[in-house]
């Protein structure tokens, strides 16, 4: 299956700081990175979509002016969380559609904590 | 109601049991399945992928698909202490590159030596 690799895996931030998260596609040109966020005990959350070149899609409830997502380039996406405050703790995952669409390759993960 | 529905567990069983894992979904239009599993703090890895009812066997692994009664099942024999994880099923509508993954709750399998 195509790589997706994340960076960092873990942050510990203080409260009001920003955080950039990082994804990288390495062995696949990625149009579409998808954003997820995952509390503890609970299943994956759809933040937003990205697209290379163009504006993200953000999933209703999610502030798109708090979680600002860039997709400059066909292997690189990246999600900032900007005044992160300590609700913000959680494992954000990126994933990318396979080669046909019908399925998604997820990167290992970035646990943020604010403190 | 969710549109994807996955007992969370906790489920225990022995080294070597035979774990039938199971989600149902009411959206008819869902026609991609997929099994990941997640070990703790890390991403989900895809165990299996089906398309069309049936199934679909990988080694130890066994992905079950019953559109008529919208059931999903994942079998897995001769279970070992490293399959203790999470399984998550997941389903899509279509194979257009963008296609929105929805999830179960995952659930959570400790198999014991």
């Known amino acids: 299956g195509a790589v997706v690799s994340q960076h960092p895996s873990w942050v510990i931030c203080k409260s009001g700081t920003s955080v950039k998260i990082e994804c990288r596609s390495l062995?696949?040109?990625?149009?579409?990175m998808f954003w997820y966020r995952q509390f503890p005990k609970q299943s994956l959350m759809l933040m937003a979509t990205s697209n290379e070149g163009s504006k993200a899609t953000y999933e209703q409830g999610v502030e798109k002016d708090k979680f600002l997502i860039n997709h400059a380039s066909l292997t690189l996406s990246t999600l900032t969380v900007t005044s992160a405050h300590p609700e913000d703790s959680s494992f954000y995952i990126c994933s990318s559609p396979s080669g046909g669409g019908e399925t998604q390759y997820f990167g290992p993960g970035t646990r943020l904590l604010v403190l | 109601q969710k549109e994807v529905e996955q007992d969370p567990g906790p489920l225990s069983v022995p080294e070597g049991a035979i774990v039938s894992l199971n989600c149902t979904y009411s959206n008819s239009a869902f026609q991609y399945f997929m099994w990941y599993r997640q070990y703790s703090r890390k991403g989900p890895e895809l165990l299996m992928y089906?398309?069309?009812?049936g199934n679909k066997e990988d080694g130890r692994f066994t992905a079950q698909v019953d559109k008529s009664s919208k059931y999903i099942s994942l079998f897995i024999r001769d279970s070992q202490p490293s399959d203790s994880a999470t399984y998550l099923c997941?389903?899509?509508?279509?194979?257009?590159?963008?296609?929105?993954?929805?999830f179960g709750e995952g659930t959570q399998l400790t198999v014991n030596p």
């Open positions: 997941a389903m899509s509508v279509g194979e257009t590159s963008g296609s929105r993954l929805t």
């Open positions: 089906t398309y069309s009812s």
């Open positions: 062995d696949f040109q990625a149009t579409t």
